[in-house]
Antibody
Framework: EVRLVESGGDLVQPGGSLRLSCAASGFTFSDYWMTWVRQAPGKGLEWVANIKPDGNEKYHVDSVRGRFAISRDNAKNSLYLQMESLRADDTAVYFC?????????????WGQGTLVSVSS | EIVLTQSPGTLSLSPGERATLSCRASQSVSSYLAWYQQKPGQAPRLLIYDASNRATGIPARFSGSGSGTDFTLTISSLEPEDFAVYYCQCRDIWPPIIFGQGTRLDIK
């Protein structure tokens, strides 16, 4: 059974930092592109970043580029999102999601999400 | 950047009725269109990909159609568990993933 379990969400002050983790199981993690998608409270979904299976290609949405960094550790079957210089508009549930195959534009498995709240 | 516009914003129907949800793209996305269902407090669930292919385990009452700029998600006969928010999603050059704003399907 494919499982994605996020952790690391917390209440943090503006300008602060946080590292999100996603533990993957039930599939060969190193074969898949992985993505972070976020959802602000009561709002829609927003793609944040994705990373190639070997970790050598990474892409970030413009609003987080230079502040957030996606990474992975295939030996630990884990995906990460390092978040710096957090702002109030980064407040959201962050989902770890799997792309079903190379070149896919959709996501077949989602974690349950972890809440990041940025407030003083 | 492609914009996906979903309509209506809210749809109020009764169990057993047919639901028709629309997603319109600001430019052609060919058949690269997916649909998700999201219930309160849960992650989205993939329903449809490539406009008309049901994802694994999705009941046959869910169907997708369309190509180019106009797409439809149809639920043939609503079950109580189908009342949720539905999102469409496509690919773009940048950002690579675009979501619609969602349609809320409420019990009438």
């Amino acid at each position: 059974e494919v499982r994605l379990v996020e952790s690391g969400g917390d209440l943090v002050q503006p300008g602060g930092s946080l590292r999100l983790s996603c533990a993957a199981s039930g599939f060969t993690f190193s074969d898949y592109w992985m993505t972070w998608v976020r959802q602000a409270p009561g709002k829609g979904l927003e793609w944040v970043a994705n990373i190639k299976p070997d970790g050598n290609e990474k892409y970030h949405v413009d609003s987080v580029r230079g502040r957030f960094a996606i990474s992975r550790d295939n030996a630990k079957n884990s995906l990460y999102l390092q978040m710096e210089s957090l702002r109030a508009d980064d407040t959201a549930v962050y989902f770890c999601v799997r792309e079903p195959h190379a070149g896919a534009y959709y996501f077949d498995y989602w974690g349950q999400g972890t809440l990041v709240s940025v407030s003083s | 950047e492609i914009v996906l516009t979903q309509s209506p914003g809210t749809l109020s129907l009764s169990p057993g009725e047919r639901a028709t949800l629309s997603c319109r793209a600001s430019q052609s996305v060919s058949s690269y269109l997916a649909w998700y269902q999201q219930k309160p407090g849960q992650a989205p669930r993939l329903l449809i990909y490539d406009a008309s292919n049901r994802a694994t385990g999705i009941p046959a009452r869910f169907s997708g159609s369309g190509s180019g700029t106009d797409f439809t998600l149809t639920i043939s006969s609503l079950e109580p568990e189908d009342f949720a928010v539905y999102y469409c999603q496509c690919r773009d050059i940048w950002p690579p993933i675009i979501f619609g704003q969602g349609t809320r399907l409420d019990i009438k």
